[in-house]
Structure formats: structure tokens, C-alpha cells
């Protein structure tokens, strides 16, 4: 095992023993679902920066593996929705995490009626060599575990994903991600890294990596303010603000020209006819803000064309677009 990630694997093991309710986590309103009560335990061990839990992904018969299942908060989640023996899958490398874990499933079978520790499958697994057959998934989530690794592991990690991955299966995820590349210093600092603060990269460079992975779509959904790495604490010449990012990346080929993110874009057509048609497949009704991939808002942007405005970025997607 690299150093770096024997840190990451001490810090969780504290993390485990005793919950730390500051470790990754950003401030946002707790999900209500009839019937389901979520342990406090589980709010105190909820270390994650988002959600990967989108009622959009959800639907009837899948098998869901979650990669680091913490204090299996978002594990529980999955299986509201599942509620099969072994529907969801979660792998952790730290075994004192996979034994809380299971104490804390144990106690939520006791405050849900629905719900039975057999619904989650918990397991040794390492991101980087996942225990699972090839295509046997059909969703992969991981929460703010991606942005400790290294890019070259992260690359790997993302790979595994894929192996695993059904065609046209998700990878849910919510990760740190940098405004501007983390210095140096930063980053070789092991236990920051564990920390999630000086691993994350730029949201272009994670997203390229994505795309090497052979992703093929990929849908922001959310972006926030995570940290702030202020310049007396963290020695730099400016303050450094973290975001955190949810994204959805599709297990589809990468199209030749490039793989299609939605960053909330949008492009309207304001001309005197019904509709724009590019004759490449995009249709565009008069008035009406219709999502693009970044990639055909690129285009459109260079015909010139004067009857048709391409909207910024809200990062903020969830799905109906024109790919």
C-alpha cells in the first residue's frame, strides 16, 4: 500500500472509532422519506461533501455498489429504495469502518420497519481493485473518497468503475474539487490529503480524467463552496477556495468528437422560423432554452449564427438535453 493512502487509512480508522462530525462534510438539509429514520450516529459519521443519492438514478431491480461506506448513511439510502437482500454492495478497505458500519445498520433495522441489515452487503474492497465481476452493476457511488487518491490511482479508479459498470450503468458522485490547482506543498502533506483538502483536483483536470476512463457523458448537478484554504494557515500567497462536486458519468463510448458534458448550458433560438436545425442532430425551438453539452454550445457559439445565444454554465444539470 503507498503511504499516502496508509494516512488516509489511519485517519478513517479514527474516524470510525470515534465519529468527527467536522470531517468532510458541508452543511446541507437532511433527505425526508416516508418512513425512513435516519440513527444520529449515522448524521455524526456522514463524512461526505454531498449526496450521491438522485431519485433520477433510482429505479426498480438494480444493484448499487458503494465504494467507502463510512458510517453507511448513503448505503441506507440506496436501500430505502432497493429493499432486496444484497441489492447494495459496499466495499471498504478500513475494517474498523466496515464494523461500525454494520453496528450502525443494526441499530437503523431497529427504528426502520422496512428495513434489514441483509439489504446491504458490506465487504473488504479496495477502489483500486474492486471485489466485483465485470458489468454486474448497474450504479457506482462513491462520496469524497476519489479526491484522496493520486491522479494516476485516480485514473485507475475510475477504470475499475468502468470494468464493473453495466453498459449505459452511472457513476454517482460527490467530490472536492479545487478552483485552482492545489500548490505543491499542499499535496504531498499526507494527512491533508486524507482529510480532503489537498487532494482535489481543478474540475477541468477531473474531468479529463473521467473521459480518459472512457466515460462518455457526463452531467454536473451541483457545485458549492466546500473550504476555504486561507493563506496564513496553508502558507499561500491568496486564499484557495474547495468546492464540492456532484456529477453523474455515463458508461457510454466516448463519441469521436468528444465526450458530451452538461454544465447546465443552454441555447436559444430566437430567428423566424419554428426551430434552428444544425442538420447534426440538434433541434432548437424558437424561445425556448434547450440544454447542450458544452461541447455543441462550442460549436454553435462559432457559426455566429445572430439569431442564437448560448447561455453560461450553471453547473446545474439533470438530464433532457440534446445528446
Known amino acids: 500500500m503507498k503511504e499516502y ?10 474516524a470510525a472509532l470515534i465519529p468527527q462530525p467536522s470531517l468532510c462534510c458541508v452543511q446541507q438539509a437532511p433527505i425526508y422519506l416516508p418512513g425512513l429514520v435516519i440513527p444520529p450516529i449515522m448524521e455524526q459519521m456522514n463524512y461526505g461533501c454531498g449526496t450521491t443519492v438522485h431519485l433520477e438514478d ?3 431491480g438494480q444493484r448499487v455498489l ?3 461506506v463510512g458510517g453507511g ?19 471498504d478497505p478500513v475494517g474498523e469502518m466496515r464494523e461500525r458500519a454494520r453496528e450502525n445498520l443494526q441499530f437503523a433495522a431497529g427504528v426502520n420497519a422496512w428495513f434489514r441489515p441483509e439489504f446491504v452487503d458490506i465487504v473488504d474492497g479496495d477502489a483500486l481493485a474492486l471485489p466485483v465481476p465485470d458489468h454486474s452493476v448497474d450504479l ?21 468503475v468502468r470494468r ?10 460527490s467530490d472536492p474539487i479545487s478552483t485552482r490547482p492545489i500548490p505543491t506543498h499542499l499535496q504531498s502533506d499526507e494527512r491533508l490529503r486524507a482529510m480532503c483538502l489537498s487532494g482535489c483536483l481543478t474540475l477541468e483536470d477531473y474531468l479529463e480524467v473521467i473521459i480518459q476512463a472512457g466515460f462518455g457523458q457526463v452531467d454536473i448537478r451541483a457545485r458549492r463552496p466546500y473550504r476555504m484554504l486561507d493563506r496564513s494557515r496553508y502558507g499561500l500567497e491568496a486564499d484557495l477556495l474547495l468546492e464540492s462536486i456532484e456529477l453523474v458519468a455515463y458508461n457510454v463510448p466516448v463519441p469521436e468528437d ?16 419554428e426551430y434552428f436545425d444544425d442538420q447534426a442532430g440538434h433541434i432548437i425551438p ?4 434547450t440544454a447542450v453539452c458544452d461541447k455543441t454550445a462550442t460549436k454553435f457559439a462559432s457559426l455566429g449564427h445572430p439569431n442564437l445565444v448560448i447561455t453560461a454554465p450553471t453547473y446545474h444539470y439533470s438530464g433532457g438535453g440534446c445528446c
Open 258 to 273: 468528444g465526450a458530451c458534458v452538461f454544465t447546465g448550458r443552454t441555447a436559444i433560438y430566437t430567428g423566424a422560423e
Open 5 to 14: 493512502l496508509r494516512t488516509a487509512a489511519q485517519v478513517y480508522q479514527e
Open 140 to 160: 457506482v457511488a462513491q462520496n469524497c473518497l476519489f479526491n484522496i487518491f493520486e491522479p494516476e490511482d485516480l485514473l485507475v479508479a475510475l477504470q475499475e
Open 164 to 173: 464493473v459498470l453495466k453498459p449505459q450503468g452511472r457513476l454517482v458522485l
Open 286 to 289: 424558437v424561445n425556448i432554452p
Open 58 to 60: 433510482l429505479a426498480q
Open 73 to 91: 448513511l448513503e448505503a441506507l439510502k440506496f436501500a430505502y429504495f432497493s429493499r432486496e437482500p444484497g441489492a447494495v454492495l459496499a466495499v
Open 66 to 68: 458503494y465504494i467507502g
